[in-house]
């Protein structure tokens, strides 16, 4: 199946633990994504990165590290977890000279920090 | 100011009546403009983009864009139940980020 994939879906973990959350795109999509949508539903854009290099970089604490192997694969690594890391993270993924800039989400990971 | 607006609803409209949802933004620069759906515990998915002043339709649904006025609507006709759910305006801004609203819940009521 063509897809934006992330993994894992759901992660439970005390605060002060490091975790990563992992995303592929199938697409051909150059241009992948992470963004956080809080307890409000609010989607608000983290990271973007451009056939591997970063280019929007919003203001997000540097406990969050984005990696970016290749144009398909973005990773978001998340160090001394807070309370307040609790949201659902998506990946998507885009293609930037289509004109529009359409966004294909992944399915979401929710992260819970107790 | 937030860069998207929209109410956040919830918007209850009857079954088979036309629900009507409103959109602004900040950027003049803006280049092209979204309405995604989401339903509860899923992730957001296109239901059209604008990029032009005036009207677009797919179908039930009709998007109209106004840039001197800086807004954007969704129309759709026809409301079904299965319409209910979160409808996220989104915009392209000049800065080429995507930059989302907080997002319209509606319900439709048989």
């Known amino acids: 199946d063509t897809a934006v994939s992330q993994t894992p879906k759901y992660l439970v973990t005390q605060m002060g633990n490091d975790k990563s959350i992992k995303c592929e795109q199938n697409l051909g999509h150059d241009t992948m994504y992470w963004y956080k949508q809080d307890s409000k539903k609010f989607l608000k854009i983290m990271f973007s990165y451009n056939n591997k290099e970063l280019i929007i970089n919003e203001t997000v604490p540097n406990r969050f590290s984005p990696k970016s192997p290749d144009k398909a694969h973005l990773n978001l690594h998340i160090n001394s977890l807070e309370l307040g890391d609790s949201a659902v993270y998506f990946c998507?993924?885009?293609?930037?000279?289509?004109?529009?800039?359409?966004?294909?989400f992944g399915a979401g990971s929710r992260l819970t920090v107790l | 100011q937030k860069e998207v607006e929209q109410n956040s609803g919830p918007l209850s409209v009857p079954e088979g009546a036309i629900a009507s949802l409103n959109c602004t933004y900040s950027d003049r620069g803006s280049q092209s403009f979204f309405w995604y759906r989401q339903y509860s515990g899923k992730s957001p998915e296109l239901i059209m983009f604008?990029?032009?002043?005036g009207d677009k339709e797919d179908g039930r649904f009709t998007a109209q864009l106004n840039k001197a006025s800086q807004y954007v609507s969704l129309l759709i006709r026809d409301s079904q139940p299965s319409d209910s759910a979160t409808y996220l305006c989104?915009?392209?801004?000049?800065?080429?980020?995507?930059?989302f609203g907080s997002g319209t819940r509606l319900s439709i009521r048989p």
């Open positions: 604008i990029y032009s002043n």
């Open positions: 998507a993924s885009s293609h930037q000279g289509s004109g529009a800039n359409v966004l294909t």
């Open positions: 989104a915009v392209n801004s000049s800065a080429s980020k995507i930059i």
